[in-house]
């Protein structure tokens, strides 16, 4: 098996998520960085790329250079990575699609609905592919708990309710020198949503990859608790699907205790789910009117969805890391099918423009309900 | 010290919340059941009143005899406990008040906003108390949980995440011969909210007297997810504080998965708290940047409002039973202090008439609101 | 039904156990305190009789007394608590059992080998029923547990691991006024177990009773980890069974961060049951090859066994004080059937005297192997 | 940064470690493999490698011609990993250290104390490093939890409680056709210990690394609880430490419900830690008398010692292949300044021969005690 050609956009030092991007990428094999445009200003993409053994010459500056030189070279990259803020995804995918090298995107797609828009044309042209990193998708337990809901353990579904919660925006991180922090909150790079895009997004993706359902409508409360605060750092959201089934969204970063606590419950005519990030090799289960049974990553119990995406035995905890990895290695068997001329197999599942597009809908229909003081909104 | 006589309206055999009610009642030695029109039906009542041991004489078939007669004797029944359904509540509650005798009364206050007026009138003009069962506030770490926010540990808050889940109306057992599914999902005797009324105002009355707050308006999806339910099992309830605190409320029976789920997550500007009454004798507490403490009753840490209604050691866990007990036995307190003509010790704390029409309110707007298609209802 | 007049020694003011057993005596209206000798001391004995509304007549200075003129009376005390140290229940036990009054006994049975054999002739002579409060077997899962062992859940059983870990003498408490460290670290008023008298008991008799097996042989080492300390605070200890099964118990009070820890784990060669009293109302249960199981009292999956003593329902936590109240509700049902001649109910289960010696024998043995360098010791 | 040249010995198709030792070498991108004896059939280990997309040339049926060939090759393997069953690493990791080559070692270190005294001499004869892979000391809270020790958040040290329970070996599948099964209970393949040497020795190693001590005496007894197994399968261990702490250490295969159950307790004169690799980002603390805290990876109250082999912020679980990546990762830094002649960093820390040898005495020691009916044996 040969590692696919990767380059990269954004992520140089100091950056978190590229890092992130780069331990996923090899993880499993599949994946090896040779270029990149590790950041806008070029003696920090040079020195990025050296302190990562990249070739120099393969370092660039800017990232259309680098696609059209990638794009001419025989062992040029046959997939990027885009890890920039949000009001950089759109550019440099567009760029790489254009030039048919697959493009593996950070969420939420865009900062803007217009810019996703123009990015999802080019996309649906190109021959190449288009993966978003809704990475908590990769988690063998949200596999399986997606396979026990299609599969009708739940019955017909009633009640999703999910909530990503965080605390680091609890003071103004963002003006005691937080970059993370800086860009997140602010709307020319973010976009129009603050914690709905950061982490509302991936909460609402979650749901509908395992509940296998997107809500008709919402109504959402937003706040920026913190005073000075430019973008929402909290949201409160009502869910309503077709068929009668309802939900809560709640998305903060201002709730002091909590780190990554992403948690989604589904409920249905016969039986619930219970998953949370922070404890992701488990998954409660319970048959309306059967004892709770906690399901393990690979032990009993464990669904081929969930196993087929899985690398130790149970009880050996698998991580963020690994459900990151999961994304780029099911990314690979697309890419390698696709460069093939084959059909991507039917178990192989990636978060794809689709999702980035209704994420974007997600935040703009939030936003639109908080304006209009929570009215309901139709997705 | 001489137990008070107590008398009882409803929890004849075959109730569940009566037992409950003898039983906290009992557990610190404070009070003597006596007397009882446990039953509507006269035999019922003979053969409950048999079963407690109680004197035939004083086993009555009517509330009203019962209070008059009592009201008569020298040894009468100081207090009374009413534990019927919601329908029944203010009219024994009336009968008893008018004669100066202590009514603790199940909650929510009454099946109707017009008989919690009535009955809030005749409680104000009599010297007799008024308590209301709102018993998750019995809990020693609830009552910590208090004391740390009005102390100022949070900061100024900004979240209160409230709810309580369960599972047990799941399917219709009110049409499978189940009498406590049935009198609760019937409007005539539970009011206008299901799950509401049952379970939703424990979840509002508790995360009130936790962050000592009331919101200043609500916004409510309800449903009746089993087919021909004819009140809510389950409500989404988004919430608006003065000076711009949020929250959500969720109350839910139809969860599977969850027996008596009722939980509470409070979040400030300094900190944050999270407690849960399956695990009710731990609170987790954390100060904005600071590890995350895991409190116990009675432990490292304890807060004396706590302690003073604890009675075992810490590891050694007090239940549902003894936070019930908290609430007779802080009533006791009361009575004993008012029947003596001095004031109540401020350190005792009881839920009272206030808290039962602010439970009304929250019920009657939510169910305004949901007809309003959600919309934002002021309290 | 009429309550049993209880009578009780020891558990004057200042006491911790007194007040457990009045409350776990009157929780289910079982029984009702008429007499005491609450302290040696003539003038506390009052006092503390008084703070219980006791007649005066009927507050003794001294147990023989108390046995003496209680037996003479018509409404003479039925039955009677002994919650003195350890060296005085064979004393007191005695007095009363010679008179047909039933005992109800803190445990362990008592300080030497000697008084236990002593005591023991006396109640095996005597119609009076002798009941040892091993309270921890009280707990519904802990009903279920012993009932799922017992029809064979487990199979052939293979390992018991058993623990009961506290923190509370990890400084000299004994030496800065704590009355509850000092008696428990005299060997005068313990005997010649410390942590091992104490708690270590209580995980034995656990362990007995939900395996349904006595160990054949033990191996301990034993410490007094504090430096002046006279009794040990921290036992290991090996056992082995008939049969092949074998395990540890490891009893300790100088574990910082446990406050009660008594945790039991048994596995056989079909399945493995773990429970712990600290979260007493969940037992986990998992068949080899399938799913854990998390059962819950009087949740999907409980027992009769546990069903039987439990009050409320599932998610509504029962806890210390319940399962107490269970050791004394039972021994009522065995004292009234005792009383009325008839044969107590198969069902009706609590820890006796044949427990307490059990548990004189396994400190016993512990003592004799720590002495000799934790050799082997046959129980 | 370039890549170390890595090689393998055993891993080849069916195995579990070996893909383990794979992952772990490129996680952080400090490796990558280029040559292998990946299995002693010389078509698997063809077919192996191929799988692996190693040169064919490098694709070798025996280590020894591996190490030789590998050894004259400019762009020979700087290190390599031998994942083969116990009795075949002796073998291999001195044909390469007697080359200069650096050996990352599964572990325990060899089947008999014989060869692993063989290859002691041949490691402290070679300018090569060997590293033995005990994993769990590369989880951050492990770490932490050493830090914490050494500086003495705990006082003097007074118990150490290790526990490494499974159950996969409840049924004989050493007989059912598990080649994991089959050799882990074949002394030939295993040496003397059973579940002491899989996992007893992990837990052994675990709690020395983070206690910083070594016990000064054991006693143990051993159980094969399978029929017909060879090996024990249950290994039940006390343990004493100069200066007066003791301990217990159990290690089972045989415990239904448990999949990979590694805990540790450590607890001294002033507060006390427990970790489990099941859940491994979070270390509970308790300074006695304080509240105890839940200390999470990157949270706050992280240590550096932690920090600094952490990878993603508090919330996003790293686990079992991250911690093994670490070892790699710290043996590369090693390795590094090896080769350059310098100092390995005194912050780099890696389980080493010393380490291996001990794991090899405990495990004697072990089967020493046992046959003498767990009498005391000195380490």
Same sequence: chains 1, 2, 3, 4.
Wanted: include cysteine.
């Amino acid at each position: 098996m040969t590692e696919i050609r990767l380059g990269m956009v954004g992520g140089g030092q100091g950056a978190f998520i590229g890092a992130v991007h780069r331990i996923a990428a090899r993880l499993d094999g599949e994946y090896r960085l040779v270029a990149g445009a590790l950041s806008s200003t070029p003696e920090k993409a040079k020195a990025s790329g050296a302190a990562l053994g990249l070739d120099p010459a393969r370092c660039y500056g800017d990232y259309r250079e680098m696609a059209q030189r990638e794009a001419r070279r025989k062992d040029g990259v046959q997939a990027v990575a885009i890890v920039t803020p949000n009001h950089m995804h759109a550019g440099p995918a567009i760029e790489f699609l254009k030039r048919g090298i697959h493009v593996i995107c950070d969420k939420p797609l865009t900062a803007t609905m217009a810019e996703a828009k123009k990015l999802a044309k080019v996309a649906e042209a190109s021959q190449a592919l288009f993966i978003l990193t809704h990475n908590y998708t990769g988690y063998p337990m949200v596999r399986q708990a997606r396979a026990m809901v299609a599969r009708g353990d739940l019955g017909r579904l009633r009640l999703v309710q999910v909530e990503y919660v965080q605390d680091w925006l609890t003071e103004a991180a963002e003006a005691t020198g937080s970059k993370q922090a800086e860009w997140r909150t602010d709307p020319a790079r973010s976009g129009a949503g603050g914690a709905l895009g950061d982490i509302g997004t991936h909460a609402y993706n979650l749901a509908a990859f395992v509940s296998g359902m997107e809500p008709e409508a919402l109504a959402a409360d937003l706040a920026a608790m913190v005073p000075g605060r430019r973008l929402d750092d909290n949201a409160h959201v009502l869910l309503r699907y077709a068929g009668g089934a309802k939900g809560m969204l709640w998305a903060s970063q201002v709730a002091p205790g909590n780190e990554n606590g992403l948690r989604l419950r589904i409920y249905g005519e016969k039986g619930g789910l219970d998953w949370a990030q922070e404890d992701p090799n488990r998954l409660w289960f319970t048959a309306f009117g059967q004892p709770k049974q906690l399901l393990t990553r690979n032990g009993a119990g464990a669904d081929p969805a969930g196993q087929r995406v899985s690398r130790v035995p149970g009880g050996h905890p698998e991580g963020y890391l690994e459900a990151f990895a999961t994304i780029y290695s099911e990314a690979a068997r697309a890419i390698r099918a696709r460069d093939a001329g084959e059909a991507v197999p039917e178990e192989v599942v990636y978060p794809t423009l689709k999702d980035g597009l209704a994420g974007m809908r997600f935040v703009e229909a939030c936003v639109q309900s908080a304006k209009r003081n929570a009215a309901w909104v139709t997705l």
